[in-house]
């Protein structure tokens, strides 16, 4: 089993910036691609950012050239740098990460953008 904890939530203003990071650990082998996903209210859950174990990286269309995913494979984390923020940020971001042929999923981190 892996357990994925997020952290780096919170409030911030429009314009403003927050960096997501989420730890893995428990019965690790190799982590192979590892996500973020957000869930605003009401909507469903979609795909942020993901980045392979070589570090190679995709973004959602919505967050092109604001958000940054970052990956230490030693540390087995991965982090979301997330600038230029807006109103429509506001969701609850989740960690992800492949583990063998298991998918794991956080918790969960609140982020709201808000004046």
């Known amino acids: 089993q892996v357990q994925l904890v997020e952290s780096g939530g919170g409030l911030v203003q429009p314009g403003g910036s927050l960096r997501l990071s989420c730890a893995a650990s428990g019965s690790i082998f190799m982590l192979n691609f590892m996500r973020w996903y957000r869930q605003a209210p009401g909507k469903e859950r ?3 950012a993901r980045i392979t174990r ?7 269309d919505f967050v092109k050239g604001r958000f940054t995913i970052f990956r230490n ?10 600038n230029s923020l807006k109103l429509e940020d506001t969701a609850v971001y989740y960690c992800n990460a492949d583990e063998g042929d298991k998918n794991y999923w956080g918790k969960g981190s609140q982020v709201t953008v808000s004046s």
Do not use: C, P, R
Not at 54 to 60: C, E, H, I, M, N
Not at 73 to 82: G, I, R, S, Y
């Open 46 to 48: 979609e795909l942020v």
């Open 73 to 82: 494979n030693h540390k087995n984390t991965v982090d979301l740098q997330m």
């Open 54 to 60: 070589g570090g190679s990286a995709d973004y959602a």
